[in-house]
């Protein structure tokens, strides 16, 4: 079984910065994807930003220049920087990794974690 454990939530004043981490451990042979998604109060989860294996992230439009995600294949590490923070971002962060079961992949989330940006 995998499990992916987050950290560095909390609240911030508008502007400001956090950094969400999240790590996979358990029997992992490889991942395909790991990354961040969110989910706000009376919203569908949303992408907002997720790396493949060889190093490649993508984005969502809303976080283009504000976020940053780092990748540690070694560790089973994924590190989300959050900068120019807005209110619009607050949310529960799920960390998110993408898994080969056989012949599909598997999604495994973390239990989340609540940012919230005062304005």
């Known amino acids: 079984q995998v499990q992916l454990v987050e950290s560095g939530g909390g609240l911030v004043q508008g502007g400001r910065s956090l950094r969400l981490s999240c790590a996979a451990s358990?029997?992992?042979?490889?991942?395909?994807?790991m990354g961040w998604y969110r989910q706000a109060p009376g919203k569908q989860r949303e992408l907002v930003a997720v790396?493949?294996?060889?190093?490649?992230?993508n984005y969502a439009d809303f976080v283009k220049g504000r976020f940053t995600l780092s990748r540690d294949n070694a560790k089973n590490t994924v590190s989300l920087q959050m900068n120019s923070l807005k209110s619009e971002d607050t949310a529960v962060y799920y960390c998110?990794?993408?898994?080969?079961?056989?012949?599909?992949?598997?999604?495994?989330w973390g239990q989340g974690t609540q940012v919230t940006v005062s304005s």
């Open positions: 358990g029997i992992i042979f490889s991942i395909n994807t």
């Open positions: 998110n990794a993408q898994l080969p079961a056989g012949p599909r992949i598997r999604d495994y």
């Open positions: 790396a493949a294996s060889g190093g490649r992230s």
